[in-house]
Nanobody, 119 residues
């Protein structure tokens, strides 16, 4: 299974970016997908997650970020609006999925995509 993240870049404060992550490979079902971020010198933190249409957000991004999924394409997106310099980080997507019906759930990570917000 591979998770391919894209969409990072440089943006001015107040701007917007959209991250996407596509999962491919031996996948029977995806139970949940999400986005994490890690800023320099800080621990990785959860930003947003989606499972069965239900979403969760870190308090720091509520009202500014929106996570969505396309089950048919095994993709998850993160629309980031009103970006702040403190949103600068490497953003990682993850997926909790099964390889076949009835199997255990496994977690996979994508590579990071860098988001830089200038003041």
């Amino acid at each position: 299974v591979q998770l391919q993240a894209s969409g990072g870049g440089l943006v001015q404060a107040g701007g917007s970016l959209r991250l996407s992550c596509a999962a491919s490979g031996s996948i029977a079902s995806i139970n949940a997908m999400g986005w994490y971020r890690q800023a320099p010198g800080k621990q990785r933190e959860s930003v947003a997650a989606i499972s069965g249409g239900s979403t969760n957000y870190a308090d720091s991004v509520k009202g500014r970020f929106t996570i969505s999924e396309d089950n048919a394409k095994n993709t998850v997106s993160l629309q980031m609006n009103s970006l702040k310099p403190e949103d600068t980080a490497d953003y990682y997507c993850d997926a909790r999925l099964t390889h076949y019906s009835g199997s255990s759930t496994y977690a996979y990570w994508g590579q990071g995509t860098l988001v830089t917000v200038s003041s």
